[in-house]
């Protein structure tokens, strides 16, 4: 019985840190993107509202939780969540250790919204992926 609940543990974490993976690259991707399109254009850093900046992340980590949901193969819910609360919680530790930035309300938002789009990310990567 503990080998079992240990096996689906494992993949769990496997299919979270994947997923992060993914949702780190992507947002990697776009941050080059957006810096290129900054300077050989003439477009001004302050034309990129921190709402735009919240999108970006939201869309890679949608996509991170498809990619942890469908690794997963099942649970999704859990997964997704899971993928969300483990970025936010390595992005909260660099803004704390690197920034000494404390917890506030706005962060927090953001948690609950990372947390619920991955785990709807997670839901659909379940469902898109596994054979019935």
């Known amino acids: 019985m503990f080998q079992e609940v240990s096996g689906v543990a494992k993949r769990l974490f496997i299919a ?6 993914i949702s780190f690259i992507l947002i990697l991707i776009a941050a080059f993107f957006l810096t290129s399109i900054l300077k050989w ?9 921190p709402l735009s ?11 991170g939780g498809v990619t942890a949901g469908a ?3 099942e ?4 997964t997704g969540a899971c993928t969300g609360l483990f970025y936010s919680a390595v992005i909260y530790l660099a803004l704390f250790l690197g ?3 404390t ?12 947390t619920a789009v991955t785990a709807m990310g997670g839901i659909i ?6 054979k019935k």
Not at 16 to 21: E, L, N, T
Not at 103 to 114: D, K, R
Request: aromatic residues 8%; hydrophobic residues 60%; charged residues 10%.
């Open 71 to 73: 690794k997963m193969k």
């Open 75 to 78: 649970k999704g819910l859990v």
């Open 99 to 101: 920034f000494d930035r």
């Open 41 to 49: 254009s003439s477009l001004s850093e302050a034309s990129l509202t």
């Open 16 to 21: 979270c840190s994947f997923g992060m993976v």
């Open 53 to 63: 900046m919240m999108i970006l992340s939201l869309i890679a980590l949608f996509i």
């Open 103 to 114: 917890l506030a309300a706005s962060q927090m938002a953001a948690i609950v919204a990372n």
């Open 125 to 130: 990567g379940v469902n898109l992926f596994v």
